[in-house]
């Protein structure tokens, strides 16, 4: 959503811009109808790493607090990047892939809906 400045001269520094992240870039990951969790996670993540890496050893430290991440059928699991149907190659950098400075990666697991199927 845009946001206007109420003062048309308004001049204001961006912070979170990626040269500030010593070579990392922020990506935002979220697991759709898993109401434990609010909100996607941020990580901070080099955009040369593979999505596999992404998948097997950073999404699973926040996400594996869910009782049924242990269930995820990853090859089922559907992807979206920015809005749109996204299919990851495993062994392809992020970059590479068009997943970006804050980027939002969102799965869905179709067998999964959260706790006691909260997110139905």
């Known amino acids: ?6 003062t048309p001269d308004y001049k204001g ?10 070579g990392n870039q922020v990506v935002y990951v979220g697991w759709d109808h898993h109401m434990m969790f609010c909100a996607a996670f941020a990580y901070p993540v080099p955009p040369e790493m593979s999505f596999k890496t992404l998948l097997h050893e950073v999404i699973p430290e926040a996400f594996s607090l869910h009782e049924e991440f242990s269930s995820v059928n990853w090859e089922t699991t559907e992807w979206l990047l920015d809005g749109q149907p996204f299919i990851p190659q495993m062994d392809v950098s992020l ?9 939002l990666l969102r799965f869905q697991t179709p067998e999964l809906k959260g706790f006691q199927n909260a997110g139905v």
């Open 1 to 6: 959503m845009p946001v206007n400045a109420i």
């Open 13 to 22: 520094e961006v912070l979170d811009k990626q040269e500030n992240f010593n």
């Open 95 to 103: 970059k590479e892939q068009g997943v970006n400075h804050k980027s």
